[in-house]
């Protein structure tokens, strides 16, 4: 055993992930760079984990007993199962490169939030995105590869309208569903917006779900409900112009339909 902890040792290219639970530590190696991409689902455990082997200690070559493995993990059937709930669970410092990609990730995060809840207040539409880039960049802030997109932008808002206009917007709609579509269109409107309420109207045998959504969400959330519903639902908007996802083109409070024309008679 401590001929294999020697060359765990002086092997450079690993990783410990820690998992804490009723006073005893659970250690496991794992190759760098790699415990993010698991977590992601775009690593396999095998392509993942150093050493199949769990330590309390690896620093002094103690390996975990088995009791105190059959205590903590008691609803893990076997080794794969126990090391899958570590490595998702347990403590792990980034690398430099997965902390690199990390914060690239939220950044751009940040930017798609910013670029579909904001509209510029002379227009009425989305800024592009590469003139959001550059007012987050003007603004020297240092992105948290952890914190909600949302909560950073409300952060550095103040820092932010000091370098271009910005004006949060919401669209308010109404949208028509047969009954039987509720099942397959809740989980849509979710997804894109905050339910306001949602009312069945007896005279038209339908429901009519009242949402707020982001701008940018808008033509989204059109081209979802029309693949779901065939087109066979009605949205009623009431606000100011919304600019389209592309930053072209744009919707005027009215009423629109989706999908499908009834034949004249």
Do not use: W
Request: glycine share 6%; hydrophobic share 30%; with cysteine.
């Amino acid at each position: 055993m401590r001929s294999q902890q020697f060359a765990f040792e002086k092997a450079k290219d690993i990783s410990l992930v820690k998992y804490k639970k009723d006073g005893k530590t659970f250690e496991v190696l794992v190759k760098p760079n790699s415990v993010i991409a698991f977590r992601e689902g775009k690593l396999t455990l095998d392509k993942t984990i150093f050493a199949e082997e769990i330590y309390s200690n690896y620093s002094k070559g103690e390996r975990c007993k088995e009791k105190d493995l059959e205590e903590t993990f008691t609803t893990e059937k076997n080794n794969n199962e126990i090391l899958t709930k570590i490595l998702n669970e347990g403590e792990y410092h980034l690398s430099t490169q997965e902390r690199k990609e990390k914060v690239e990730q939220k950044r751009k995060q940040m930017l798609q939030y910013l670029h579909k809840t904001y509209i510029d207040p002379k227009t009425n539409i989305c800024h592009p995105i590469t003139r959001l880039e550059t007012a987050l960049d003007s603004v020297k802030y240092n992105v948290d590869p952890f914190m909600p997109a949302e909560k950073q932008v409300a952060a550095i808002y103040s820092k932010l309208v000091e370098k271009i206009p910005l004006k949060k917007s919401q669209i308010e709609a109404n949208i028509t569903l047969k009954n039987y579509q509720i099942g397959s269109c809740m989980g849509i409107l979710l997804k894109y917006g905050k339910i306001l309420s949602q009312d069945y109207n007896e005279d038209i045998q339908a429901t009519i779900v009242t949402i707020e959504i982001s701008p940018g969400d808008f033509e989204r959330l059109m081209s979802d409900l029309n693949t779901a519903t065939k087109g066979d639902f009605n949205m009623s908007i009431a606000g100011a112009s919304v600019g389209s996802s592309s930053g072209s083109g744009s919707a005027s409070s009215s009423s629109s339909s989706g999908g499908k024309k009834k034949k004249k008679k």
